[in-house]
């Protein structure tokens, strides 16, 4: 029997009913084509036959079809190739091989590649039906899933979004908390204006350079913003005060970790900004106050801010005394490193002003 012309494939109308499945049969056996045209149409669905894969690669680029019926051995492309491409290209569309090749190795490729049967010649009209039927139903099932799931993530994605957008609302309104209970403190005391936020930002270099995650980058800077905070139960006097400070001026300076620590305890921020501000001015040794904690029994945070805030009182203008400069200051951290302060957070810090040009002096502050 002589193959089909390209322009001689054959579509035909269903005959039970309107919208039934789109079928396309591939085979270069015109009886065959014929035979499962008119038995698939008795069943309501709409098929379109070709006598070889070129003619049904045109098919599948002018429309969308629901199922392949595929022979294996035809002129020109195989069927296993027309059928790699057909999975290729058009992964919704399910196939089943119809083929005189009984051949077990062949049928398991076939279905590897993703054939959803294989029906040997001659077959009985039911067998097919059923193969037909069920390869339908697997291919509605599992476009339905796949719409499923991506329902499902675009939910989620919204709903992530929207809890990010929250999220985000939240942390800016900690933020402006902070930096107002910041500001309130640099008000009572103008000599160290400025102090909390050079801390911050010396601490969050720091923390940068030791290469911690941003998110924990953050709860430290905006730890240093209020890390006096407690100075806030200090009488103005005592902290501009131009003289030593007696025993007793000192202690009620001392006090200002745990004040800090008392006013933010009840916050429930997303960092331990109250830890941090409660163990800056913890020592290594075990000699800081006001808990006397040593090693790493005072949280990285705390050990970094310690080291941030030495470095710029050091540097600064201070009542009682006038600036020791950056270089007294990176002297301290470096002979007390690991007796004092954190070897790691000293490194850093030292890394930053001799190797990366840090400048306390530089005013591209939070706020």
């Keep these: 029997m002589e193959p089909l012309a390209p322009n001689s494939i054959r579509r035909f109308s269903p005959m039970n009913k309107q919208g039934g499945a789109q079928i396309l049969i591939v085979d270069d056996d015109e009886s065959i084509c014929r035979f499962l045209n008119s038995l698939l149409n008795k069943k309501g669905y709409e098929c379109t036959t070709a006598t070889s894969a070129a003619d049904a690669r045109k098919y599948m680029n002018a429309q969308n079809f629901d199922l392949i019926l595929c022979d294996i051995n035809m002129p020109g492309e195989s069927g296993m190739e027309f059928i790699r491409y057909s999975l290729a290209e058009y992964p919704e569309t399910a196939v089943i091989m119809v083929t005189a090749v009984d051949d077990p190795e062949i049928a398991d490729t076939a279905l590897e590649i993703g054939a959803y049967g294989y029906i040997i010649k001659p077959f009985k009209p039911n067998e097919l039906m059923i193969n037909v039927d069920n390869a339908l139903r697997r291919r509605k099932l599992e476009i339905d899933n796949r719409?499923?799931?991506?329902?499902?993530?675009?939910?989620?994605?919204?709903?992530?979004?929207e809890l990010q957008v929250t999220l985000n609302d939240l942390q800016n309104t900690m933020d402006g908390i902070i930096r107002a209970m910041a500001k309130t403190v640099e008000m009572r005391d103008p000599y160290t204006a400025g102090h909390q936020r050079r801390v911050s930002r010396l601490a969050g270099a720091i923390a940068q350079e030791v290469d911690l995650p941003e998110n924990q980058i953050h709860g430290i800077k905006?730890?240093?913003?209020?890390?006096?905070?407690?100075?806030?139960?200090?009488?103005?006097?005592?902290?501009?005060?131009?003289?030593?400070?007696t025993d007793v001026e000192f202690s009620l300076i001392k006090a200002h970790p745990q004040e800090g620590y008392d006013i933010l305890k009840g916050i429930d921020f997303p960092w331990p900004i109250a830890q941090i501000v409660y163990q800056h001015h913890e020592r290594m040794d075990g000699s800081g106050y006001p808990q006397g904690l040593s090693g790493e029994g005072i949280l990285l945070e705390a050990r970094i801010m310690a080291v941030a805030d030495v470095v710029e009182a050091m540097s600064s203008h201070r009542p009682y005394r006038p600036a020791l400069g950056i270089e007294a200051a990176l002297e301290e951290i470096s002979k007390n490193s690991g007796v004092h302060y954190d070897p790691d957070a000293v490194d850093a810090c030292l890394r930053l002003f001799k190797e990366k040009g840090f400048e306390l002096s530089k005013r591209n502050y939070d706020y």
Excluded at 222 to 238: Q, R, T, Y
């Design 147 to 161: 719409l499923h799931r991506e329902n499902l993530e675009k939910v989620v994605l919204e709903r992530t979004e």
């Design 222 to 245: 905006m730890a240093g913003h209020i890390h006096d905070l407690g100075k806030l139960s200090v009488p103005a006097e005592i902290l501009s005060k131009p003289d030593r400070l």
